[in-house]
Structure formats: C-alpha cells, structure tokens
C-alpha cells in the first residue's frame, strides 16, 4: 500500500432476514411470549438456522421458568421466520412447511442455584450473571435534522438506516426480487485537520463509503447472475430506492458513486440466509449496539431483564445519553460490571475522552446519585418486565427513537435526571 488512508470510522449494520439476526428474533419473540404470559419469567433461550439441500432446521436450546402454560416454542420459531421472509426453501428457507423446515425443541426450567441469587426485592435481587456492560452516547448526529435527539454514532446510525430500509422494502414487497438477507457497512471521513491541529477530537465530515449486499432472485431485472447487466441493474436499484432514502442528504453531499459496493463478490442470488450461513443467537453484538468497540461481550437477544448482559447494557445507554443530552460532554462512555447474586455493582468508570466540562470522577459520582444501578431498580425504572424485545431484535439496540407504546425506554430523555446531573 502506498496511499495513506485517511482517518476514517467505520460500522455495519446487518437486515432482519440475515441467519444471525433471524435467530435473535426467534429467541426474543420467544422472550416476549414468556413475559406475556408471566411478567417476572425466567428467560434464556438460544437459537440455531441451517439450510441444506433439501430441507432446513431451526434448534431451540435454552431454559425458561414461568408461571403458566408454557407457551408454543415451535409455532413462534415458525411465525417468526415466516414474518421476516422465510416462506419458499428456495430462497434459503420455508418456515411454514413441517416437510421442509423442522424445529427441534431443548428447553428447560432455570438452575435453582441461579434462581436463589436473582430472586428478591430492591435490595436483595442480584444480577443474573457476572460482566462487564458499556453505555455509549455523543453529539455526532445532532448536526442532522433526521437524527436530532439520537446521540448516536454516525456511522452506527446511517448503518442502522439503510438495514432499516432493507427491512421496509422486504416488508412491503415493492421490490419483489430482494430478499431478506442483506448487511450493510458505512465508513465516514473525520476532520484530518482538527484531529492533527485542533483539539485532537473526531469530527464526522462527510460519507466516504458505502457497503450493501442484499440476496436478490436469480433472474433480477430479467438477467442472470453475474451478468454485468444485472449487476448494474440492483446497484442502480440500490442506490436510488435504499441509499437516497436512508442517507439524509447532508450525509451524501459530495459523495463519490465510486464508492458504493454493491454485492462486492458480484452476485448474491438465492438461496441465501440460512442457506448459505448457519445462524446463532448474539452472534452480532456489535451491531446490535455502537458499530465498535463499547461492549463488554454478553449478548442481549432471547435474555429476560434479570440478566444484566441485557439491562445494565440498556441502563447504561440512558445513563450516558443523559450525560451528553445535559451538555456534559460531547461523548460519554460508561462502564459498569456486576458479580453473580450480587445487588450492587462492583465497578462503574465514567470515560468523556477529554470532551467533559466537568471531571470524570465528579461525572461518575452524579450518575450514581441520579441513576440506581441495582439489577430490580433498573428493570423498575425502566419498566423492563414487558414484551418489548422482539423490535429490538434488528435495527439497533440503541440510537432508536422511543415509541409511543413504550419500546426502547433506554432512549427516553427525563429533564429531571438531567437536572439531577446538571446541579450535581
């Protein structure tokens, strides 16, 4: 290599029809049925795909403890697949067929040695599991009037954008020859200048490049596969019915078309998803939350709120997004880390990278005073005992907008709490 690349960041996003995020949906439908049916159920529960010549399977493995009727496991395995696209083997798998999709079913109750630390009240009830959780949030998409109020990273959020997008198209079929499967990467250039002869911080200029692969019928636009006429054809497709709609124009000026990579291996026909990939449960952890780095390694899909992995992952997120809302820094990373059985964390660490107006010890002891880190009081305070998961499941955990009928309360902002943060 002879050219310097420049400073460059980097996140990826992947469709709800790629094997992975397939597999997070049917362990979170499965969650949310469980909490349907009892508020306070005991919940983990793993998922496999694969499709081979013939047939393909869908493998639940886990343990679930509830009071009620237990419910479906196969029947939800399989509306869920279904609703995401799955209803033809031939395009990677047909859900709806017994003959050529079976599911096989290891489920059962959670280890009473576990239940004993994580049963209780405010005080008592300890965290599920041991880890380390991060929460994230900076100002990198309050310049964008289509992402104002995410606090979000902008290569995570344009990412998210254009899987979004791909999910859309699939769910209202106006693209009939795009498939479920798809992924999609977007890297953004930095201010080279400011980072060499200002302040050192990253400052977001403008889309570099662009990255979408998306399985497609063999025949898209009446050409075969790897011809270069069908290949021009879903890149025109792309560009104008996914990029153009997801990227908001102040994100596209100036962008080289050069630069958007389509299919890179030059085709992607079917069958794709569980055809060509195996998928497993929490396999994308990265993209379910910042597009790097900010992850402590448990993954959120199929886990009900007693697992920290999943809620101080969450309580986190809001902790740091109120930081940054309250204009205490400009990025802001929180760390907190948990002992099995045990109700208080072992370990919180506020990191602003030189971005706040306040110091990070300082920073650290308000967001302990204003928010309470005990396992039951973040599920309490952020109302978690509902069926809210399967949303989650693709898309992004975070940088998502909080919705009417209460999904991602982790994004809400309360001017109380940033009151308790600003007065200290």
């Excluded at 996003?13 to 094997?19: F, K, M």
């Excluded at 990677?92 to 003959?99: L, P, V």
């Excluded at 069958?271 to 952890?285: E, F, H, N, Q, V």
């Excluded at 992004?396 to 009417?404: C, I, K, L, N, Q």
Aim: hydrophobic fraction near 35%; proline fraction near 4%; aromatic fraction near 6%.
């Amino acid at each position: 290599m002879t050219d310097t690349i420049p400073p460059i960041t980097t996140a990826e996003s992947v469709a709800s029809g790629h094997p992975d995020k397939l597999c997070d949906a049917i362990s979170d439908a499965i969650l949310d049925a469980c909490l349907s049916i009892d508020s306070n159920a005991r919940v983990a529960v793993e998922t496999m795909v694969k499709g081979v010549e013939g047939k393909a399977a869908i493998v639940l493995a886990g343990e679930v403890s509830l009071a009620g009727s237990t419910p479906d496991y196969e029947a939800i395995a399989r509306d869920t697949a279904t609703s995401i696209g799955y209803n033809d083997h031939t395009i990677g798998m047909d859900a709806t067929s017994t003959e050529l999709c079976e599911v096989h079913t290891y489920i059962t109750t959670q280890s009473q040695y576990i239940s004993q630390g994580v049963d209780g009240d405010i005080e008592s009830q300890g965290a599920g599991d041991q880890g380390i959780m991060f929460g994230f949030a900076c100002n990198e998409t309050e310049d964008t009037d289509e992402l104002s109020g995410r606090h979000f990273p902008i290569a995570a959020a344009l990412s998210q954008r254009l899987t979004r997008r791909l999910d859309m198209i699939q769910d209202t079929g106006e693209i009939p020859w795009m498939r479920p499967d798809g992924k999609s990467q977007v890297s953004v250039r930095l201010d080279s200048d400011r980072i060499e002869n200002g302040d050192g911080g990253r400052y977001p200029e403008t889309v570099d490049t662009i990255v979408i692969a998306v399985q497609h019928a063999k025949d898209a636009g009446g050409f075969s596969p790897n011809e270069e006429g069908q290949r021009q054809f879903i890149r025109d497709k792309v560009w104008e019915h996914v990029v153009k709609h997801a990227i908001p124009e102040r994100w596209l000026k100036g962008f080289d078309t050069s630069k958007l990579i389509v299919n890179g291996t030059g085709s992607f026909p079917d069958p794709g998803g569980p055809y060509s990939d195996a998928g497993l449960t929490g396999r994308k952890i990265i993209v379910d939350t910042y597009g790097g780095g900010m992850h402590g390694g448990g993954a959120f899909s199929g886990k009900d709120p007693s697992k920290v992995d999943r809620t101080a992952a969450y309580h986190a997120r809001w902790a740091a997004k109120h930081v940054v809302a309250a204009g205490l820094a400009d990025r802001c990373e929180v760390q907190v880390s948990y002992a099995i059985g045990v109700a208080r964390p072992i370990g919180l660490l506020v990191n602003t990278f030189g971005t706040g107006t306040i110091s990070d010890l300082e920073l650290s002891r308000r967001i302990q005073s204003a928010f309470d880190w005990r396992p039951a009081a973040m599920i309490r305070d952020l109302d978690l005992k509902r069926p809210i998961y399967l949303v989650t499941a693709s898309g992004g955990h975070f940088g998502r907008s909080p919705t009417e009928d209460g999904h991602f309360p982790w994004e809400k902002i309360h001017q109380d709490r940033i009151k308790a943060l600003q007065n200290g």
